[in-house]
């Protein structure tokens, strides 16, 4: 894991205003992203198998893929921006979002998800998010953060 930075619990939950901004937009994206291809769906009867635009499709058609390229691009900055904090993006269906990090001498993941007031998991390495687990502040006390 050479080229991660460690990061600490105050670091971290300094980073939550602003992860709770960014991430709690990228879920309105995701959902608003969602709609646009029901819609489109429903216009042409089925998904489409690209979004590039086509001659023979009607300007409605062309338009909605247009609006969702946008949006899709626009998905893709936020968590872009997410990943510039430091942050990896782990789960973006509920916004958990991981930092590397040390925990009783141990290198682990600091686990946050959107509506979560600070850091309050860890994980280790090779746990996914199901293997959160929370930080006891007897942990806190030992911990290299």
Same mark, same amino acid.
């Given at each position: 894991?050479?080229? /991660?930075?460690?990061?600490?619990?105050?670091?971290? &939950?300094?980073?939550?205003?602003?992860? *709770?901004?960014?991430?709690?937009?990228?879920?309105t994206r995701h959902g608003?992203?969602?709609?646009? %291809?029901?819609?489109?769906?429903?216009?042409?009867? =089925?998904?489409?198998?690209? %979004?590039?635009?086509?001659?023979?499709? *009607?300007?409605?058609?062309?338009?909605?893929?247009?609006?969702?390229?946008?949006?899709?691009e626009r998905y893709a900055? #936020? /968590?872009?921006?997410?990943?510039?904090? #430091?942050?990896?993006?782990? =789960?973006?269906?509920?916004?958990?979002? =991981?930092? $590397?990090?040390?925990?009783?001498?141990?290198?682990? /993941?600091?686990? /946050?998800?959107h509506g979560e007031e600070?850091? #309050?998991? $860890?994980?280790? %390495?090779?746990?996914?998010?199901?293997?959160?687990?929370?930080?006891? *502040?007897?942990?806190?006390?030992?911990?290299? &953060?």
């Amino acid at each position: 894991m050479t080229g /991660w930075r460690l990061f600490t619990i105050a670091e971290v &939950n300094a980073l939550i205003p602003k992860l *709770s901004d960014l991430v709690g937009q990228q879920m309105t994206r995701h959902g608003e992203i969602a709609q646009h %291809l029901a819609d489109l769906a429903h216009v042409t009867g =089925d998904l489409p198998s690209s %979004l590039v635009e086509q001659p023979r499709e *009607s300007e409605l058609v062309r338009k909605l893929k247009r609006e969702l390229r946008l949006m899709i691009e626009r998905y893709a900055e #936020g /968590w872009t921006a997410v990943r510039a904090l #430091g942050g990896v993006v782990k =789960d973006p269906q509920v916004g958990t979002i =991981d930092f $590397y990090s040390s925990v009783e001498g141990r290198f682990v /993941w600091l686990s /946050w998800r959107h509506g979560e007031e600070s850091v #309050g998991f $860890y994980h280790e %390495l090779d746990a996914g998010c199901a293997g959160r687990r929370p930080l006891r *502040s007897d942990v806190l006390d030992r911990s290299l &953060n």
